[in-house]
């Protein structure tokens, strides 16, 4: 391995973000290769979602460095983010709800590419998510979870480098998590990918290396087996206090 | 069939044509006094026309587009009495207007105000502009040759003369096929920006502005250009209105004059660019003609008119009448087609 393909794709230093007296990212640091397909997890209130904001430009860090791709995004707004690469799917879908799931995700892979390729794109993610009964259907009048799915679509139309992507399993049936799952298994390799997500079963489908977030800050970072297995990740889990907690 | 682009543009070759027919045989068909209402009509309609773009294509809803319409009036008044010639002013008017949109917007954007805060604070700046023109009333509140006159305004603004030619000052009619010119001119530069890219984001903005950004377009960006093109507009029906009028006065920052604009393009319907024309033409006309009776405060019938307009025709009077034909067409057994604005 090179010494280029061995540095991190995505990296904090440090990284802070303070609401008055809260820190609710304290000095974080983190890395992420490329390829790699990580699960940010965490009780209420540990900071991810904070994290997640601090990557993705909807709040700008009080103190530390976000590095992509060697390039500083700390203090960049949430459109020259995405121009880098990045490809952010929010918690609440955001779609053009007048317009057919086809037409949501043929808006993002224009943006890079010819009005063909374009369409060969759309073509594909329709496949990829297996969504082509939806193409033609207003996404207006689409289930929470059949949004979601066309929203990750839309983000993967884009083709970025790294994808975020924020509680992406929330409201979705057993059939549609499972799809997705599948999904983010099989993207993992192509591109980076992090996952904010609560659904535990749901992370064991997809996750091999999981971050813990507790009181903002990193509380330990392993594979899937060492961290489901891990007494002070239950204990935080079940709202006892972890002793020794960082 | 004829693709949904093709009807847009077949919509607004329709609208300009019939445009150029009014622009060409109204001075000569009409009286004087009808002349004169229909160049207020048109005046207006370009006044309209700024709201219904930010509105309507930009998702901004401006509860003080008349804080551009006034001061676009007093530029003109005061660069026109001051100049001896109108061409210079009209373009100043216009220009001081955008740089006014573009320093508010900045402000308001790029702080990322949003909905309600957003029209608070227009309506907020409009005020106080209304508020600051009042209190000139005098001597000491003049720039160059021009007294700003308060609450009095300002009288005998010098009637706009045919483009660079400071003596030929123009004829009632004349004057009808210039802003008409304008008028039309303005509803197609509008309606190619709205084709464009940079009009398809601008949409785009107005559907869901967070996705819209997380599409890698620079929102604020955007935003300010749409505001400060719709202010431009404004300026230049408030300059229309001063040379119109030969009068300006502070009523033209008012309350009243940002609520009718908005009346008007929420009448003939948010969306399109014909549609507020309706509506000026419609409520002005009905405004006109209710004056002309003794039976029962005007104002009262209007209101109730508007209260009925918004609640069976709640798209406005033109999407409305565009829907009923698209219904006839099909049951006379035609394909149905898409809207074209």
Known sequence: MTAAEDRPLLSTKELTMRFGGVVAVDQVNFSLKSGELRCLIGPNGAGKSTFFKCLTGQLKPSAGSVLFADQELSGKTTHDIVRKGIGIKTQVPNLFDGLPARENIALSARQNNSQRRAEEITDEMLELISIAALARRDVGSLAHGERQLVELAMVLAGQPRLVLLDEPAAGMTGEERGRLATVLRDLAGRMSLIVVEHDMQFIREIATEITVFHRGRVFIEGDVAEIMTHSEVQEIYLGKEANGAA | ?341
């Open chain 2, 1 to 341: 069939m004829l693709s949904k682009v093709s009807k847009d543009w077949a919509g607004a070759g329709f609208v300009t044509t019939i445009g150029l027919a009014i622009l060409i045989f109204v001075p000569i068909l009409f009286d004087l006094f009808e002349v004169l209402q229909m160049t207020q009509y048109v005046v207006l309609s370009l006044f309209a026309l700024s709201l219904a773009y930010i509105w309507g294509y930009g998702g901004i809803l401006s509860f003080g587009q008349a804080g551009f319409f006034g001061l676009g009036g007093y530029t003109y008044a005061v660069a026109a009495i001051n100049m001896g010639q109108t061409t210079v002013p009209f373009l100043m008017a216009i220009g001081l207007c955008a740089l006014f949109a573009a320093a508010l917007g900045y402000f308001m954007f790029y702080g990322r105000l949003n909905d309600v805060y957003l029209g608070v604070v227009t309506l907020v700046v409009t005020l106080i502009l209304w508020k600051l023109i009042n209190h000139t009333a005098g001597p000491e509140y003049s720039i160059g040759e021009a007294r700003l006159g308060g609450f009095n305004g300002i009288p005998s603004i010098p009637i706009m003369t045919l483009p660079w030619q400071p003596d030929m000052e123009m004829e009632p009619g004349q004057m009808f096929q210039y802003f008409m010119a304008i008028l039309i001119g303005v509803y197609v530069l509008l309606h190619v920006l709205i084709k464009s890219k940079f009009g398809r984001v601008a949409i785009s903005i107005r559907e869901n502005e967070v996705r819209t950004g997380l599409l890698g377009y620079d929102v604020r960006l955007y935003k300010l250009g749409i505001f400060t093109i719709g202010g431009a507009i404004g300026g230049a029906a408030g300059a229309m209105w001063a040379t119109y009028q030969t009068f300006i006065d502070p009523n033209s920052f008012s309350l009243e004059v940002s609520a009718k604009c908005l009346i008007w393009v929420m009448a003939g319907g948010v969306g399109t660019l014909f549609g507020p024309i309706v509506g000026v033409i419609g409520l002005q006309y009905l405004s006109l003609k209710l004056g002309e009776t003794d039976l029962i405060n005007n104002l009262i019938i209007l209101g109730t008119i508007l209260m009925f307009l918004v609640l069976l025709l709640p798209k406005g009077i033109f999407p409305s009448f565009q829907d009923l034909m698209q219904w006839l067409w099909r049951r006379v057994g035609g394909s149905g087609g898409e809207r074209t604005p």
